[in-house]
């Protein structure tokens, strides 16, 4: 059975860090494109990161970029997501999904597709 558990989400004071982990159950993470998404009460699902499984190339939400890096240790089964600078408007929901298909990117922008999905952690920034 497909399995992803996020973990690592809490409460921190803004300009704190956290690293959340995704770890995976039932298939091998090493052949699959890994995403981290989150969502904000009342806000829209945004993609926050991606990492492409064929070549290790990375992806970022603007909004994140030179905060936020994704990694992958395929000898855990499991894909990070460390997070520094941290502000109030990341506080959110943040999910890991994978999916089998590559990563995309057009105009600056990219798609990280998600076939299945962990139930999430929650990340709050406040002090």
């Known amino acids: 059975q497909v399995q992803l558990v996020e973990s690592g989400g809490g409460l921190v004071q803004p300009g704190g860090s956290l690293r959340l982990s995704c770890a995976a159950s039932?298939?091998?993470?090493?052949?699959?494109?890994i995403g981290w998404f989150r969502q904000a009460p009342g806000k829209e699902h945004e993609g926050v990161s991606c990492?492409?499984?064929?070549?290790?190339?990375?992806y970022y939400a603007d909004s994140v970029k030179g905060r936020f890096t994704i990694s992958r240790e395929n000898a855990k089964n499991t894909v990070y997501l460390q997070m520094n600078d941290l502000t109030p408007e990341d506080t959110a929901v943040y999910y890991c999904?994978?999916?089998?298909?590559?990563?995309?990117?057009?105009?600056?922008?990219?798609?990280?597709?998600?076939?299945?999905w962990g139930q999430g952690t929650q990340v709050t920034v406040s002090s």
């Open positions: 999904a994978a999916d089998l298909d590559p990563p995309t990117s057009y105009a600056g922008n990219f798609y990280c597709p998600h076939e299945f």
């Open positions: 039932g298939f091998s993470l090493a052949y699959y494109t």
């Open positions: 990492i492409d499984v064929s070549d290790g190339s990375t």
